[in-house]
């Protein structure tokens, strides 16, 4: 009987306590603080970067896992008795996590690494998926179709309180800038499989019409739907986190799981704080 593992990088916003918890093992990403390397989550928590931000006014940067902490990490999985490996990986467009783990090849284990084309837990949600039909006795084979069936199902939608990070990081044109910083709005950003890169979809000032139109997005994607994950993140947003929490109930309570957390190191330093979104993944 195969006897199968999942791992997920950190930038799946699938806590190291969650990890645990749910079975799935955890490959943190680093972020490079004054030339100190930092494991994502482990060695620097989310509430200690984003304060690192605001008191020092510096973007850190991020790399990849080390080839030896991937091979280190599948040596525990084969000696835990696994020898057949998932890793469920941050978009190919946004890393080279991906690539890394592709090119991966070790002796008694089988390993498959999965293009998520996304990012926060819209991949995190793809591995406790994985995870789930793990539980349920599934195939090795069986759990890989499904993913790449479900994978355009997934979904996140964000906005944020300025541009000056995500232009910074380099992920959206310096024209998305001038328009918000001229005009004091509010961009609603998606990241869907399709392209795997950040959209701008709306343009919308104040606080309630950004609700209003996380609220509308939702509806359009979840009104029928008969099972789905769904989730809120942000970026040192508590606040503002809560009150879409309440703006959103309805989707919430008809999710068969919800996860509310922050956005990990890895990827807030390309969106700095402020950020808040959701998403989901549509499991039919």
């Known amino acids: 009987m195969e006897k199968i593992a999942i791992m997920v990088d950190s930038a799946a916003d699938i806590s190291p306590s969650l990890a645990e918890e749910k079975g799935i093992y955890y490959m943190p990403l680093y972020v490079n603080i004054k030339d100190k ?27 990849l896992p080390a080839p030896g902490d ?27 996590t991906f690539n890394l783990c592709d090119m991966l090849e070790a002796e008694g284990i089988e390993t498959f690494a999965f293009d998520s084309k996304n990012l926060t837990l819209a991949e995190g949600m793809l591995a406790l998926h994985a995870k789930k039909l793990v539980d349920e006795g599934k195939s090795f084979e069986e759990i890989k179709l499904s993913l790449e069936k479900l994978r355009d199902n997934a979904r996140v ?25 001229a005009l004091s709005v509010k961009p609603i950003i998606s990241v869907s499989p399709e392209n795997a890169k950040f959209n701008l979809l709306k343009i919308v000032r104040g606080e309630k019409k950004v609700f209003k139109q996380f609220y509308n ?10 099972e789905y994950y769904f989730f809120i993140a942000h970026g040192d947003s508590f606040d503002m986190a809560m009150k879409l929490e309440e703006v959103l109930k309805e989707f919430i309570d ?23 979104g959701f998403g989901f993944l549509k499991l039919e």
Do not use: H, W
């Open 37 to 63: 390397f930092l494991k994502d989550r482990i060695d620097i928590s989310p509430e200690e970067f984003y304060a690192y931000i605001k008191s020092e006014n510096y973007l850190p940067k991020t790399s």
């Open 70 to 96: 991937i091979m280190a990490l599948v040596e525990k999985i084969k000696d835990d008795g696994y020898d057949k490996l998932i890793i469920i990986c941050l978009g190919s467009k946004f890393s080279g």
């Open 157 to 181: 939608f964000f906005t944020l309180e300025t541009f000056k990070y995500i232009i910074e990081g380099g992920r959206v044109p310096k024209t998305f800038g001038k328009i918000s910083d």
């Open 217 to 226: 997005i939702a509806k359009e994607n979840l009104e029928g739907a008969k």
């Open 254 to 276: 008809g999710a068969s799981l919800f996860i509310k957390d922050q956005i990990s190191p890895t990827l807030g330093a390309n969106t700095g704080p402020g950020l808040l």
